[in-house]
């Protein structure tokens, strides 16, 4: 198995700590509104991986974070005019709810960053007593000049970084790539939130955060650490550091990996630019299984261009996947493993593309069988759950998405269908063709196959 480490720049194997027990961490959502389909991306991604290193591993332990605790998220709050804990609680059910429908399985755990406020008090002051942090201020800063090579997640040229081109310049700061550990609350202009500590009362900064979870739930040595392409730096530069530096002994994280952006049409996500989708607003139209299987079609740290046309090409893609299930009348892959060319894509930096290519492939071939091997149609449905798709029957897809306009319910439906069958019967064939048509306009098709007819949702 072989991932692209950013920390190295090229693909590496890998081997990790310890083989019983592999550990991961996720950056996860900050919570101050709906998630949009950038946000979705890495979610996805890094389940495919959960799912494949729990496919090899007996152990895994995957940690994806909710950061609960942010000057975006008190902003948000007073213009909407609620309270902080009202705007973080309804958000961050909204995220569960998008990650149910994508078809993510939940983490081992997903800590709250409000909820270890005293485990980053107690990181930062070994920060501080290690003399990798200093004071001004009310602020506790960490010490860029102190950092080695070895604490650098990447090798940055820093004299080529235009000082404030990424970073905050600030007077209480030694240089202008230092960041804030901890920041004062409750001062002139500023928010009142805030937590009591040894450096006063106020709020710890962003890097931090992870930091702190990831060594309470991880350890100061774990496998992998994922992300967006967005957070490599300054966020997991920052946090590499004083990981390294709060705990020299140790590693932090081996892996990182790190995905692509997301783009609308070529261009930038924008919503003045009105090509900016949140989850929520694919999911009024899509099932979340046809959004996750757009999000794998282009590999996790490729660019990926976001169309609705896409869309309806990924729902006509998993109809096919469906209507294989739906004429063998297997629903059920406990007996199977998943295609070893399937597998083998994955493990070669969760190559994706290429698994669902062998799943064209594979329902190609059952399409050509005039008896589909039972055997192989199970085969085929375990590969597409490896990579979390084709999680409901087939029936369920076709008959119960609720994306559609009909006013028919299902019981309405199949009992027209019935009548329809009655009136063949019978030789009504213009009975027939009207029941055809007014469940048509109701965007409801039907297929004769054999004595069957079946049915499905436009």
Request: glycine share 6%.
């Amino acid at each position: 198995m072989q991932f692209f480490n950013s920390r190295s720049g090229k693909k590496e194997t890998f081997i990790p700590f310890d083989e019983s027990h592999i550990k991961l961490y996720v950056c996860g959502p900050t919570v101050y509104d709906q998630i949009h389909i950038g946000n979705a991306r890495p979610l996805v991604a890094f389940d495919v991986l959960f799912r494949l290193l729990s496919a090899k591993y007996k152990r895994v332990t995957y940690i994806r974070n909710i950061t609960d605790l942010d000057d975006k998220i008190y902003a948000r709050a007073s213009d909407k005019n609620i309270s902080i804990s009202d705007l973080t609680t309804q958000t961050t059910e909204d995220f569960h709810k998008n990650c149910d429908a994508l078809n993510c399985l939940a983490p081992t755990h997903q800590p709250k960053a409000t909820e270890h406020i005293p485990h980053m008090i107690k990181m930062i002051a070994t920060l501080l007593e290690n003399g990798f942090a200093y004071q001004a201020e009310g602020h506790v800063l960490f010490s860029h000049q102190k950092m080695t090579d070895a604490q650098k997640l990447i090798q940055l040229d820093a004299e080529k970084l235009r000082d404030g081109a990424r970073v905050e310049i600030a007077p209480y700061k030694q240089d202008a790539r230092d960041f804030v550990l901890w920041k004062p609350s409750g001062g002139d202009k500023d928010v009142a939130v805030g937590w009591d500590s040894p450096f006063g009362f106020g709020r710890p900064g962003w890097h931090i955060e992870c930091s702190a979870m990831a060594q309470e739930y991880l350890g100061g040595d774990f496998d992998i650490h994922g992300g967006g392409q967005d957070l490599l730096f300054p966020h997991h530069y920052n946090e590499y550091a004083q990981s390294r530096a709060a705990c020299p002994q140790h590693h932090h994280a081996k892996y990182w990996l790190h995905n692509g952006y997301v783009l609308a049409n070529g261009e930038k996500m924008s919503k003045s630019l009105g090509n900016f989708f949140t989850v929520n607003d694919i999911l009024k139209s899509y099932d979340g299984a046809v959004l996750r299987l757009l999000l794998l079609m282009t590999h996790y740290r490729q660019p990926l261009d976001f169309s609705l046309d896409k869309m309806t090409e990924a729902k006509a893609i998993l109809d096919r996947f469906y209507q294989i299930m739906r004429l063998t009348g297997c629903d059920d892959s406990a007996t199977q493993h998943a295609n070893p060319d399937v597998i083998d894509a994955l493990e070669d930096d969760l190559n994706t593309p290429l698994a669902l290519s062998i799943l064209h492939r594979m329902a190609l071939e059952l399409n050509q069988q005039k008896q589909p091997d039972l055997e192989q149609v199970r085969q085929f449905l375990a590969s597409a759950q490896l990579l979390g798709l084709m999680q409901c029957s087939a029936d369920e897809w076709f008959m119960g998405d609720g994306k559609s306009d009909s006013s028919f319910n299902t019981k309405e439906i199949e009992d027209l269908i019935a009548q329809r069958i009655q009136a063949r019967a019978e030789k009504d064939y213009k009975l027939a063709d009207t029941i055809r048509d007014m469940l048509e306009s109701q965007g409801i098709l039907l297929e004769d196959t054999g004595n069957k007819t079946l049915w499905k949702r436009r």
